[in-house]
């Protein structure tokens, strides 16, 4: 039993290691530090709690997304997330938010098939045609990300929204170290998104 959770321990800090050191001075809190990128592809999230209130990491992202577009740094945003049901559909959510933040519509284009980090990822360059991206999330993310995006062909950059601190961040960060663990799981195995579809063009 000791040797397991020993062998466990050592899995989850490697692939932590190894997905930290291939992001490594890719992802910034700086707009002024980003070279700037055609599009920025924020990844998707619940914008409430189950407990109920606001999710902040949706919140922080999409002011991050803003502030990015208003810095001139991205021309265009593709929303990459869950549309589960027509109840719950993250791009539309956020779509909304950014307009109402001062992104014109015409510059947000949607994915809905973006169900995990993966198939965003895959999809940015599979389907909309992608060779290079900044992506928009919290820095755990985004250097899961692009360590994804470098594996599947596509050059990433992140810009990193605000985290949160406490211990709704801390749960968040443990389940970061398992889904770390599934990246390369899913590189081994060759997983494919769930949904690839037709090509679409970005303008």
Do not use: W
Not at 12 to 17: H, Q
Not at 159 to 174: H, L, P, R, T
Not at 180 to 186: E, L, T, Y
Request: proline share 3%; net charge positive.
């Amino acid at each position: 039993m000791l040797l397991l959770m020993i062998l466990l321990l050592a899995t989850l800090l490697i692939c932590d290691a190894i997905i930290d050191k291939g992001a490594e001075g890719k992802t910034f809190y700086s707009v002024q530090k980003l070279h700037k990128n055609k599009v920025g592809i924020v990844l998707g999230t619940s914008s409430h709690l189950i407990q109920g209130g606001n999710n902040p990491y949706y919140t922080n992202r999409i002011a991050a997304t803003i502030a990015l577009y208003k810095a001139g740094k991205i021309d265009l945003v593709l929303v990459s997330g869950d549309n589960a049901t027509q109840y719950y559909n993250e791009p539309d959510t956020f779509k909304k938010d950014l307009i109402k933040g001062g992104i014109p519509e015409d510059k947000i284009i949607l994915d809905p098939s973006g169900l995990r980090t993966l198939d965003s990822m895959v999809r940015a360059r599979e389907v909309f045609g992608l060779d290079s991206v900044t992506v928009i999330s919290q820095k755990f993310q985004n250097e899961r990300a692009i360590y994804l995006a470098q594996k599947k062909g596509l050059y990433a950059i992140g810009y990193n929204a605000k985290d949160i601190e406490g211990s709704q961040g801390m749960k968040v960060q443990a389940r970061e170290y398992f889904a770390r663990v599934k990246v390369f799981i899913d590189l081994l195995l060759n997983t494919q998104p769930i949904s690839n579809g037709d090509k679409i063009s970005i303008p």
